[in-house]
């Protein structure tokens, strides 16, 4: 089993639709979870971190944890085309695991 | 206050010669990260540095690979006798502290592109 696992995508939304993102990780000791967003031909860049179970909230972006289930998910309200990145959910051990990402795509 | 530099941002070696990827972390910060992302793949972890010492390099090929980040002056990735399979992007990120606490963000170069030709 993988340590952090998504969907590899792409996941399509319309213009102005909530974006749903999935990780699902292995260790049942991780205490802090990360999403960064990737754009084609850049680097990574932290979105959001999320280190309790519930709902974390900022802007347009909210991450929710279940450490008993080991998934964390990240949604996107109001989607733009400007959204339109690959979406990596990583996890700290002694470095930072990251699953393969999630290519997201908005359509206009 | 400048972030994490990478440099060079592009670099062509033929077959057989060898690159070096040089990563100046973010002011403060003393742990250092090398990944390799494949293209349309995901991010790969290489090696994880403090000044002077390597702490995880389980994720480094085990020939022609080594990293560095000496006391003075920027950490370095250096791959010898490149391959076609090399070419990659490959991306430094560095943290204030360690990055099992959780707390310490990893903030990521713009990475340096290596094409093996």
Redesign the interface.
Known sequence: QKEVEQNSGPLSVPEGAIASLNCTYSDRGS??F?WYRQYSG?????IM?I?SNGDKEDGRFTAQLNKASQYVSLLIRDSQPSDSATY?CAV??????????TLLAVQP | NAGVMQNPRHLVRRRGQEARLRCSPMKGHSHV?W?RQLPE???K?MV?LQKENI??ESGMPKERFSAEFPKEGPSILRIQQVVRGDSAAY?C?SSQG??????N???????SRLTVL
């Open positions: 205490q802090s990360f850049k680097s990574p860049e932290l971190s280190y990596l700290p051990s002694n470095k930072l695991i990251f699953g393969t990402g | 990260y990944y793949e995901g991010l972890f994880y702490i995880d991306f990120a360690a990055a099992r606490s959780g707390a963000v990893l903030t990521f170069g713009a990475g």
